[in-house]
């Protein structure tokens, strides 16, 4: 038997409401505007009661809401909605984009962020995260395959630091480990704009059957409405919804509201069972109960179904018998679903629940009344408009400005910084940068985490996407990566954001696979400040003419908004997840260099573009100038050679280059197998017209390294030409310890290595 709460004696009903309209009500103490508390009493007709007070707070939260970003969000629906592949079969509104891959499969794919909780309380922060994108994949009717988590932490060696990373590393692990997915890949990132505000991000991959997709929805008046999985408790009310919606004062979180606690193996019943439910076709909708909990999902549930559902509060399963109606409704438990099933497959339903152990109870029903109406004993409670909760919220136009020191920024190219003079030089600038916190092998962490389990991951960490099979019969499988360089879009956030967005494409599509979808998490500031709100209009428009340059939808994605301590806002972080699909995952192209023989060549052009850079960032602390350019045609070219070259057979390995510029990219390549490599820059130094130093370090776009068969170099030759790729040879993989750059420098591989891998250990222990 499930605990109840205690009548209470003074229970605020509608009628009550009605008729007391100046009850004072703490509206500003659960984060709502004078302007829009008013808006509510304009609604309703009259003062709302606690618990519609408590719904709305939540629900109209920035972190729910959307108020302040979506105006500019829905130019994104403007972008064509099909796939370069196939059809969206769901996208922006639902809880994951939903995108044919072929054979009658599909594959749903979000990136979500639980960036404060994570602050607050690291461990629960995180594995709560990644609960709740998995479940947001539940919900679209998919099997959660995998999933990734890009994490950005402020300075390494700052205490603080030290506090949040191991804990948020092993909520990560030890929910998704729990729960049997594989974690593919993801980024580690340090900068000090992230001290006091880390950025934890997670995605999750499902697959389904185009015939087993299921909707956000509650249709079919008299149909039944199933609250499944977890009991409702006191953990996490306000939660994610209020704390995601604040800044952080400089002592600390300007709230603190319990943070959600995770059960994985709950969870991990919960997506099995859902499974079996689906595979029955006895749910007609379903949503699960993540930010806002029940507001959010009998709101949302009511609102894109028939418009009505009556609800029996007092009914829902509680493990806090002391819980008052307005914290049942705010409260984020986690591992809960919410069903609408028909009263006909009702005891199917039960059933199948029964069988996994997970508790159900018929909360509610839907209705054609318009209204969502919530129960108290013989109490009315709550009786409001559903849209007006989930969807009719406030729209904010903010202010826009660009910042005044923008100028005075990008002025300060570091192209003017000291540089390496001579080879000397150059290679003790690839030790420091391959032992610099960003550039460090991440093993610490990614070993941490299962990336194989299930058996169908094909590519994982540290390798550029992770790929993983989604039919075993014919090898069809995605391959999916993120990225962001929140230094570069602090120089400039329309071109950051695009050149997170052709990162990521270039990721997947050097790995073989074609890119197809996109989806976001926006990590800013304050939105209250006009420049951080410039700064976000600038990466959405980014976003925007570079996904309809490459014609790749924006499946959906997730704003986070209020990444600040104080009054000082972290950079511009826009994570781009970019989904590629594959006919066969086997035909994919590994990033390492593996045969001793094999031609090198480097595909692209490198400019004396530095700036924003790692080295102007580990070498002199630089932040100015302007970021590489972006040339759309140039990735989107590229990305199509490798796709062809993958399936052809014709390259033994590739990697982007990015981060550290190409001699990080050679670095990791002879590491990945210990296997050396002789390069040769002569000829690219003459065709670029450009310095060593420059033709290693330089970030320039559009570019990547490819090792194959010197027998299938004239056939890849044509192919790049074909396509419009510059190509350039630049030395062979000799087979030997260590990497040569031709009258440069000569570097062990284990001196590399050394400088490579000890950097973590050595600050968190090994």
Known sequence: MSQQPTRIAA????????????????????????????????????RPTSAELAMYSVMWSEHCSYKSSKVHLRTFGDLPPDTPLGKQLAGIGENAGVIDIGDGWAVTFKVESHNHPS?????????????????????????????MDPLRFGNLHHPDTQRVLPGVVKGVGGYGNSLGLPNIGGEVVFDDCYQGNPLVNALCVGALRHEDLHLAQASGVGNKVILFGAKTGGDGIGGVSVLASETFDEGGPAKRPAVQVGDPFAEKVLIECCLDLYAADVVDGIQDLGGAGLSCATSELASAGDGGMRVWLDDVPLRDSTLRPEEILMSESQERMMAVVEPAKLDAFLAITEKWDVEATVVGEVTDTGRLVITWGEDVIVDVPPRSVAHDGPVYNRPIARPDYLDALQADAAETLERPADGAALRQTLLDLLASPNLCDKSWVTDQYDRYVRGNTNLATPDDAGIVRIDETTGRGVAVSTDCNGRFGKLDPYVGAQLALVESYRNVGTKGALPVAVTDCLNFGSPEDPGVMWQFQQAIKGLFDGCLALGIPVTGGNVSFYNQTGDVAIHPTPVVGVLGVMEDVDVRIGSGFATAGDVVVQLGVTREELSGGEWAHVAHGHL????????????????DLMVEAAKAGLVSASHDLSDGGLAITLAESVLRHGVGARIDLAELLARDAVDPFVALHAESAARAVVALPAAGLAEFTALAERHGVPLVRIGEVTGGAGLEIVGQYDVPLDEMRAAHTGTLPAVFGR
């Not at 509608?14 to 304009?42: F, M, N, S």
């Open 119 to 147: 602050y607050v309380e690291p461990y629960q922060g995180a594995a709560t995260g990644v609960g709740g994108i998995v479940r947001d994949i539940m919900a679209m009717g998919a099997r959660p395959v995998a999933i």
């Open 11 to 46: 229970m605020d009903t509608v009628e009550q409401a009605a008729a007391t309209p100046d009850t004072e009500q703490p509206w500003a103490d659960l984060g709502l505007k004078d302007d829009e508390y008013a808006r509510i009493r304009e609604i309703l007709g009259r």
């Open 624 to 639: 100015g100038g302007l970021p590489p350019r972006v040339d759309l045609a140039a990735e989107k070219a590229l990305a």
